[in-house]
């Protein structure tokens, strides 16, 4: 059992920075990756960035890279998403996600426990 809390959301200007953070309870000894997800109104899920177990394992959509920088605490039980020169098209629901293997992919049904969502809400 994974237990994933996200917060930090909320309501910026374009331009602006936001910081979420995923905290992570349960299954942690096992070398999870985790990622971040996010879903528009009116649009499906669509991967934002993962890394893996080693840190060194990163990845990002395109629509976001050089933009947002995906991390995890020391301990492994936070991962972070720091989210820089914000766009309007940004506004979503974000997403923490476990897949339980060292490193996958942004498919989302490689993970297999999911976040309740924080609002990010990028205003003009």
């Known amino acids: 059992q994974v237990h994933l809390v996200e917060s930090g959301g909320g309501s910026v200007q374009a331009g602006g920075s936001l910081r979420l953070s995923c905290a992570v309870s349960?299954?942690?000894?096992?070398?999870?990756?985790m990622a971040w997800f996010r879903q528009a109104p009116g649009k499906e899920r669509e991967f934002v960035a993962v890394?893996?177990?080693?840190?060194?394992?990163?990845d990002y959509a395109d629509s976001v890279k050089g933009r947002f920088t995906i991390s995890r605490g020391n301990a492994k039980n936070t991962v972070y998403l720091q989210m820089n020169s914000l766009k309007l098209e940004d506004t979503a629901v974000y997403y923490c996600?476990?897949?339980?293997?060292?490193?996958?992919?942004?498919?989302?049904?490689?993970?297999?426990?999911w976040g309740q969502g924080t609002q990010v809400t990028v205003s003009s």
């Open positions: 996600a476990a897949c339980p293997f060292a490193y996958c992919s942004g498919n989302s049904n490689e993970y297999d426990y």
């Open positions: 349960g299954r942690t000894s096992g070398g999870d990756t």
């Open positions: 890394i893996g177990w080693s840190a060194g394992s990163l």
